[in-house]
């Protein structure tokens, strides 16, 4: 039954799963047609009612999903998607674009980006079917890229409400060897 497999990941389903389903390619196109099925990404669906049901912020977790579902397994989610995934403070100003980390390699595509870097087990956590960077390790990749302010709001914020320790912060920040979120860390705790 499709429900068994797509519920686990908020209602994301493909094609090929969908027909193992025992739904036809008709069945497919006039779910689609009719507005009752949703594409989120080529051979990627969601049923209409979780997108009536998402919540603010559950449209690029959705997304998220069919990219990571589109994809080769090795990337994680990873930078702003992973800070919404964690409920971080994410600046207005960062887009829509999904963004993932692999060991492997670096590549981009229709409304993803993925970035290649190390991963140590310690980074990554599971989420669904998938995984994600870590709360300090999403802190401390999205400190390189934000504005000074940005980071240290979201490091204050996630510091406040108990999502990571300083002592997670700043072991991230060395075990990456990353200065610029380092001073950032420093920023707030001065």
């Not at 989120?40 to 977790?61: D, T």
């Not at 990873?78 to 692999?102: C, F, K, N, W, Y």
């Not at 934000?146 to 979201?154: H, M, N, R, S």
């Amino acid at each position: 039954m499709l429900s068994a497999v797509a519920d686990p990941r908020q209602g994301v389903f493909t094609s090929r799963e969908a027909l193992a389903a025992g739904y036809t390619v008709d069945d497919v196109k006039s779910y689609l047609r009719t507005g009752r099925w949703v594409r989120l990404r080529k051979g990627v669906y969601v049923a209409r009612e979780h997108l009536s049901a998402e919540r603010s912020g559950q449209r690029h977790l959705l997304d998220s999903i069919a990219v990571l579902l589109s994809l080769a397994p090795g990337p994680v989610l990873s930078h702003a998607s992973a800070a919404r995934l964690h409920r971080l403070v994410v600046p207005q100003s960062i887009g829509e674009t999904v963004r993932l980390t692999d060991t492997v390699q670096w590549r981009q595509g229709r409304g993803y980006r993925v970035a290649r870097a190390a991963l140590p087990p310690e980074d990554v956590v599971p989420w669904l079917a998938f995984a994600s960077t870590s709360v300090a390790r999403t802190l401390v990749d999205c400190a390189r890229e934000w504005t000074q302010l940005d980071a240290v709001v979201a490091i204050d914020a996630a510091l406040n409400e108990g999502l990571v320790t300083a002592t997670d912060v700043a072991a991230a920040c060395t075990q990456r060897g990353i200065a610029r979120a380092r001073r950032r860390r420093h920023a707030h705790s001065g």
